[in-house]
């Protein structure tokens, strides 16, 4: 197939009805955002909604607005909203603390039901994070352990002795995704739990938790879900099991009647439970409009049109691949494949600054990907041939070899 001309690319954008959902966000001119899957672009309607929150409800109704505005019960309705993006139940998903500490309560939570507590199964190089929890959940219990294996042979290693898997879905660095329903059944048979990590899934792909089995999932509000720098995170866990697992963090605001204030702690039987303490409003509504921005998209046209978006940049980039030494680190075929790409480059980090200084941001995974995470929400394909063609100029000048490219950041 002859790669993609420019007046191509237009033609897509053209022909394309999800173009003016991009409407939707506030981008500043002259920048190429590639990384809302590391922080969601701010959507117009969001610095309004936090005025009215702030100076309307906080600033005029006060402590009357937890009922009057029912901020009270914004952790289960942003839920609500989050629940449709994964195939979940209404009831079954919540936005509460950050994923981190909603992998601490899970993992815990669900490590008590197994009855040989056995060792927790994980990815020996996903998010560090994932696996720092669960090895702090293993040290808290007697006789447990983590085992980590390479996340393609993962599935091999489910054995007797497996109380649980914690897996990304979608892989941080290569968008490697992996099959959620196979991995549940290879999982149910030996008796083990699945925990998902859908940090780079929710909003991104398509997802499918009760048709998948799904049992326990945790994800994150400031990346495809555009809840602004920090925003709370999420977790799901199926209607039947909820009952059975317990929160290692009992806060009031899980308890079946936090405003009894009774000295014995009984667990909400809903989902509720896993509140830990009270939600931050603020934070709240700002994800609570990014979510609004999904408000009547046709969430299968969207998530294909991520998928022909990585497709086309993968095809733009294969000069690059033959002239500049970039080589693919994401899964050719898009059935395995999340919403961002990455390419490996032995100079990555300074290509990257280079990118950024040019207006194009997306960003650098240590030891050597350049990766773009493409949001279908707003990202035209016209963005990524420009992209390209920026990164082109880059190569083709060697401007990345100035010193300042070469400076560590503290963040990348
Ligand atoms: C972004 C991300 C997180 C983030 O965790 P925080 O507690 O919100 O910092 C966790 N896991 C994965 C896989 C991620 O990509």
Known sequence: MATPTYQDVLDLDAGDPLAPLRERFSLPEGVIYLDGNSLGALPGATPRHLAEVVEAQWGRDLIRSWNAHDWIGLPRRIGERIAKLIGAGPDEVIACDSTSVNLFKLLQGALALSPSHGTILTEDSGFPTDRYMAQSVANLASGTSVKAAPRDAIIDHIDDDTALVLLTH????????IDMAAMNKAAHDKGALVLWDLSHSTGAVALDLAGSGANLAVGCGYKYLNGGPGAPAFLYV??????????PLPGWMGHAEPFAFSQGYAPSPSIDRFLCGTPPILAMAALESGLAQFDGVDLAALFAK?????????????????????????????????SHVSFAHPHAHAVCQALIERGVIGDFRTPDILRMGFTP????????????????????????????????????
């Open 238 to 247: 199926r209607s039947g099991l909820q009952e059975r697992l317990e929160t």
């Open 377 to 412: 929400l707003y990202t035209r394909f016209a963005d990524v041939w420009e992209a390209v063609r920026i990164l082109r100029e880059v190569m083709d000048s060697s401007a990345w070899q100035d010193d300042r490219f070469t400076r560590p950041r503290r963040v990348t």
């Open 306 to 338: 991520g998928q022909a978006i990585c497709g086309l940049y993968i095809e733009l980039m294969q000069d690059l691949c033959e002239r500049h030494g970039f080589t693919l680190a994401s899964p050719a075929d898009a059935r395995h494949r999340g």
């Open 170 to 177: 979608v892989d941080y660095r290569s968008g490697h995704k």
